[in-house]
């Protein structure tokens, strides 16, 4: 028999030792669920991205030179994020206007893009480029090339896509003010459309958005090229051709590197009429890249931009 008394405390020792287990399970998950409505509004504030995606475009001279993508930090971090793009045309999620290249069961994707052109060189690379059914986006030049309007033509004729890059790419002359950037930029714009009937939305800066000669007047020739509609694009994998002492191999290996660091990249080549090795290492490049299972695709106004912004 055990006394009543004893029979009492254990009863009574059973309900705490219930009430305490009870309480070590519901505890995390009331934390847990009482925690997500306070912390959602500061989570998503901090995906509009605001005041990150303005330092972005402009980062620390160190950042650049270290060849560190935004490319690949933007998409590390919100790799799996819808929230993105939500509302905010200047984040818009890669997925909008291509396929999208976040998750590893998708297609890794290589933008090719060529600047300086067109050229003599330029029906050559679109045999190149046609040999391995590969379309790629010109930002192109208007004053050098004798033929200019032939070859753009072409490129248009050939699918690959056309965007602004200057009509002089005089740095000093076109980063001077906004009007003399404007004059520039719609010189070669209009040129574009007579020779092709297109009206590109899209654009590169010669140098890039940040360089050594728009101190003072890239912020606002940005503000005012996206509020005439047109987006702009920088790059996170460079070729390296921009100097005249490269060799295909070179080119073809700087490339490759460039694109191997990144699930999504925004390849930098030139096609001038002086850039032979650019275009003598570009089979080898594309059969590569083909072997890798990479795909191509064409940038356009509804690609997102962001990312390839320095
Ligand atoms: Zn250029």
């Known amino acids: 028999m055990v006394p009543l008394k004893s029979k009492r405390l254990l009863i009574i020792t059973l309900c705490l030792c219930v009430a305490i287990t009870a309480s070590i399970i519901l505890f995390p998950y009331s934390f847990f669920h009482n925690s997500i409505p306070a912390m959602s509004p500061v989570f ?3 995906m509009s991205f605001h005041p990150a995606s303005r330092h972005r475009r402009y980062p620390s001279r160190a950042r650049r030179a270290s060849g560190e993508s935004f490319w690949g930090a933007a998409s590390t971090r919100h790799s799996n ?5 939500s509302g905010n045309p200047a984040v818009l999620p890669v997925s909008s206007g291509t396929s999208s290249s976040r998750s590893s069961g998708e297609n890794k994707v290589v933008y090719l893009t060529f600047d300086d052109g067109p050229s003599d060189l330029t029906p050559p690379l679109l045999d190149v480029l046609d040999t391995y059914h590969v379309k790629a986006t010109f930002f192109v030049v208007g004053a050098y090339d004798p033929h200019v309007s032939e070859h753009l033509q072409e490129i248009a004729e050939r699918g690959h896509a056309i965007g602004v890059h200057s009509y002089t790419h005089n740095y000093h002359q076109i980063y001077a003010s906004e009007a003399a950037f404007f004059e520039d930029f719609d010189r070669i714009h209009e040129l574009i459309f007579e020779a092709t009937g297109i009206d590109t939305k899209i654009c590169r800066f010669p140098g890039g958005s940040v360089n050594g000669y728009n101190k003072k007047t890239g912020k606002a020739i ?12 920088d ?3 460079s070729s390296g051709d921009a100097g005249s002492q490269n060799t295909p191999d070179g080119i073809y290996q700087s490339a490759l590197s460039g694109v191997h ?4 990249s925004v390849v930098l080549f030139h096609n001038t009429a002086a850039k032979k090795a650019t275009l003598h290492q ?3 490049f594309l059969a590569t890249l083909e072997k ?7 940038l356009g106004p509804t690609v997102n931009n962001r990312p390839f912004i320095f």
């Open 292 to 298: 890798e299972g990479y795909i191509f695709k064409v």
């Open 282 to 284: 570009m089979p080898r």
């Open 222 to 233: 940005v503000r005012d090229l996206k509020e005439k509609g047109y987006v702009y694009f």
């Open 235 to 237: 790059w996170n994998a």
């Open 44 to 46: 998503s504030s901090s």
């Open 261 to 264: 660091s990144h699930r999504t």
């Open 81 to 85: 994020s819808s929230v993105l793009g």
